[in-house]
């Protein structure tokens, strides 16, 4: 159902860099690249995760209570790739770790102060 997410940025430059090698990891890379927004995938038929310079040419800021949730397909790959966000200079928002039984999930937040998770089911 979901076709892609897209997250603001103020600096699309360090952005691209943060997120280019974050998704390397994961084979992920950029699918459309229209300047202002830019969008990672592993597949063009699969869902992608876009960044942008809002459109109104306010500030980007993150939202509170706003999370984006990207999915792996072990605990392994959730604990490599937070220790990449926080290496890339994202800030730990929750250890990795299995949370409500179901989930293995390790929370960051990346350069614009955007809150992530990647997890996979436990």
Known sequence: MIGYTTLGTNDISRANAFYDALFAEIGGKRLMDFGRLVAWGVDPAMPMFAICTPYDGKPANAGNGTMVALAVKTPA?????????????????????????????????????NKLNFFCMK
Do not use: M
């Open 77 to 113: 790959q959730v604990d490599a790739l937070h220790r990449k966000a926080l290496a890339l200079g994202g800030s730990d928002e929750g250890a990795p770790g299995v949370r409500a039984d179901v989930f293995y999930i390790g929370y960051f937040r990346d350069l614009d102060g």
